[in-house]
């Protein structure tokens, strides 16, 4: 898991290392074909009509044109382009719209078949705020825009989406737009259509399939949690104490009330060479949209010995940063800090959506919520992802939600781990060791359930006698 600064908080990097057309669509000439298989349009024009500027400027208005309200927190509109190095990395900014630059949001995307004139796209859409579209309606203007992140100059001309001579609207059919997930406007660069089944990142199926693990397992060694895709950490780096170990043999597993429980231990006495750190992931970056779900026990003091340390306990999504501030990473984290750290006197838990980050020099793009409690003892933790937002839920109470500016491109893994920040927390050489416990942990694909639901699906789990289950295609 990565853990960085989020707002006054300092926090270590982890460099993360893991796995990371439709041809319905290609015959469409011209905007009449497409309306007519759709129910919006889509006009483009721009204001920087140069082959190179500061800053690429697509300007768009989205239009109904069925015969019924077009809620727009559905509507995607993708800008296709060609990036200008391949570790270029880029911002997006909407500088004014009719509807309020607060309803738009806007996220950058790697297409997985690169062309001559787009390997990258903007990705525009829509908060709840933004309203609907009555039939024959527009947006009005949306002025957007976006540049480089180190501001160097770049070349639009050679963009699949660009065109210097749009400076007045004008359906624009190199620009495509989905409607509730499907493509309804325009034509993809080649082999790129956002709902191509073979897209690695949107696999075939309606939704609803499920991964499950009730964690009965004899210990770190049973063949049974390989073969079930899980892994566990033994390899050395962060994040957390230099010199620290990840040491698979503490990863634990035992019976309790009836229920099979994995047990995480981290331990120290002191100095980096003995400080050991647990982690167990799924080996498959196949999970983005949905609900996910587990039942987590934090421990506010050690197993055994002096209390004090600077401790972080987990529950979290990540997938791989290909590059510094990679507009594709994306990572979402249950954090409980049972005696502070980065900067926090003590305990708090924090639920974090990520952007992007650079961990050298560190920059962060991020939104968290926090509460300065004790969390000591058992917690059910869900958080929902769908194409509007991100919406976490301890033991049943909303937490918090963060925009759809954080919503993730790619699939993610599945993590639970402890470490320690640092050793500043206690100086003592008096071995000690902190427990993080896990109960179970669900994935239901591409559905958003309500805790009450999350309840209700592991029962009907539990009483049918499944302990393992994994449905969730691989990307």
């Known amino acids: 898991m990565n853990t960085r600064p989020t707002g006054r908080r300092t926090r270590a990097a982890l460099a993360l290392t893991a796995l990371l057309g439709s041809t319905a669509l290609a015959g469409l000439s011209g905007p009449s074909a497409a309306a007519a298989d759709g129910s919006v349009s889509v006009q483009y024009r721009t204001s920087a009509v140069g082959a190179t500027a500061d ?32 570790g270029a990395t880029y911002r997006f ?15 950058f995307g790697t297409l997985d ?23 024959g ?6 002025q957007l825009r976006f540049h480089r992140s180190d501001w160097q100059t770049l070349r639009q001309s050679d963009d699949y989406s660009f065109s210097g001579s749009r ?44 991964l499950f693990d009730d964690f009965d397992y004899t210990s770190h060694t049973d063949p049974a949690l390989a073969a079930h895709g899980w892994s566990v950490r033994g390899n050395s780096g962060g994040p957390g104490v230099p010199g ?33 750190h647990t982690e167990v992931l799924t080996r498959s970056m196949k999970f983005k949209n949905g609900t996910y779900a587990a039942r987590v026990k934090f421990s506010d003091a050690p197993a055994y010995g ?26 979402y984290d249950f954090e409980y800090l049972p005696n502070g750290g980065w900067g926090e006197p003590s305990n708090i838990l924090y639920t974090t959506s990520w952007e992007t980050y650079n961990p050298d020099p560190w920059q962060a793009v991020n939104q968290h919520s926090e509460s300065r409690r004790s969390f000591n003892g058992w917690h059910d933790l869900v958080v929902t992802i769908d194409n509007n ?76 006698g499944t302990s393992f289950v994994d449905e969730v295609p691989a990307p």
Not at 137 to 142: L, Q, V, W
Not at 169 to 175: F, G, S, V
Not at 434 to 444: E, I
């Open 55 to 86: 800053q690429s400027e697509p300007w768009f208005k989205v239009r109904n044109t069925g015969s019924s309200p077009v809620q727009l927190s559905q509507v995607k509109i993708r800008y296709y382009f060609k990036a200008d190095s391949p």
């Open 93 to 107: 900014a909407c500088s004014w719209a009719v509807r309020g630059c607060s309803g738009i949001t806007g996220t």
């Open 113 to 135: 078949r690169p062309t001559a004139t787009a390997d990258r796209y903007l990705e525009i859409g829509f908060t709840a705020a933004a309203g609907s579209l009555a039939p």
């Open 137 to 142: 309606a527009d947006t009005g203007d949306m």
């Open 167 to 210: 400076t007045s609207y004008a359906d624009w059919n190199k620009a495509t737009a989905l409607l509730a997930g499907a493509t309804v406007w325009g034509t993809a660069p080649e082999g790129n259509d956002p709902t191509d089944p073979t897209d690695p990142t949107d696999p075939p199926g309606e939704g609803g399939q499920t």
């Open 244 to 276: 620290a170990t990840w040491d698979p043999s503490k990863v634990t597993f035992s019976s309790s009330g009836g229920n099979s429980l994995m047990n995480l231990e981290s331990s120290t006495a002191g100095t980096g060479a003995s400080t050991t």
């Open 306 to 331: 002096p209390d004090g340390d600077h401790v972080v306990q987990t529950f979290f999504t990540i997938n791989d940063l290909k590059a510094p501030m990679a507009d594709d990473y994306a990572e």
């Open 389 to 464: 937002a991100i919406t976490y839920y301890v033991d049943g109470q909303h937490f918090g939600t963060h925009d759809a500016a954080y919503l993730p491109e790619r699939p993610m893994s599945i993590n639970f781990n402890q470490w320690l920040i640092d050793l500043d927390g206690q100086t003592s050489t008096t071995p000690r060791a902190y427990h993080q416990q896990v109960d179970y942990v669900l994935h239901v694909k591409d559905e958003v359930l309500t805790p009450a639901q999350v309840t209700a699906k592991v029962g009907e789990l539990r009483g049918a």
